[in-house]
């Protein structure tokens, strides 16, 4: 009964492959995050969706593209992966996207690009 | 299993004082690594402090110290001389050898002016 579950928990693949990371939660909760870790332990926002509408969209590479296809579910596909792409990469959600909601934190997936 | 639990949900310190957040934490691995993570209304996550299990000397960052007990699984951070800038929302995490980190439920900070 995991709150926010992600899949896979490791991904090792080739530089130039396409992948997805999945997310879900089953909290309820409107809005869903993606995060990506960085070597310093530094955890940067990348998106926020609300109710299946992307709310925050920080400076990413467009070959990153989350997927909503309903308020549960947040998919990260990446697409053309390069060596600096490999990270852990955390989901989370909370009820709101107010920053008075606490976040929920899914267990991460690292990413290995090789 | 591993937690990271923070009982606060909430705290309030007024302006220039001293207040201490509680985080303690469960698991069976020796090695491990802990951190204390603020949170502002932008959703980052600004690393504050971290403590390798292994110290035994209590990890500072200028006005952020961490009162680490390991056989306690206790791991509270204290912040001095508070400023209205230190107000977010808190998260304690426990991250082992294979780089996952497991986060408390956050506590929110609020400075009094």
């Known amino acids: 009964d995991t709150a926010v579950s992600q899949t896979p928990k490791y991904l090792v693949t080739q530089m130039g492959n396409d992948k997805s990371i999945k997310c879900e939660q089953n909290l309820g909760h409107d809005t869903m995050y993606w995060y990506k870790q960085d070597s310093k332990k530094f955890l940067k926002i990348m998106f926020s969706?609300?109710?299946?509408?992307?709310?925050i969209n920080e400076t990413v590479p467009n070959r990153f593209s989350p997927k909503s296809p309903d308020k549960a579910h947040l998919n990260l596909h990446i697409n053309s992966l390069e060596l600096g792409d490999s990270a852990v990469y955390f989901c989370?959600?909370?009820?709101?996207?107010?920053?008075?909601?606490?976040?929920?934190f899914g267990s991460g997936t690292q990413l290995s690009v090789l | 299993a591993q937690t990271v639990t923070q009982s606060q949900p909430e705290m309030s310190v007024q302006e220039a004082e001293t207040v201490t957040l509680s985080c303690t934490y469960d698991?069976?691995?020796?090695?491990?690594?802990l951190f204390w993570y603020k949170q502002p209304p932008s959703r980052q996550m600004i690393l504050v402090i971290r403590q390798e299990a292994y110290k035994q000397q209590n990890a500072t960052e200028n006005r952020f110290s961490v009162n680490f007990q390991k056989a306690a699984k206790s791991f509270s951070l204290k912040i001095s001389d508070s400023q209205l800038g230190d107000a977010a929302m808190y998260f304690c995490?426990?991250?082992?050898?294979?780089?996952?980190?497991?986060f408390g439920k956050g506590t929110r900070l609020h400075i009094l002016p």
């Open positions: 969706y609300n109710n299946k509408e992307l709310i």
């Open positions: 698991t069976s691995e020796s090695d491990y690594y």
């Open positions: 989370a959600s909370s009820q709101g996207g107010t920053s008075n909601e606490k976040l929920f």
């Open positions: 995490a426990l991250m082992n050898r294979d780089d996952k980190i497991i």
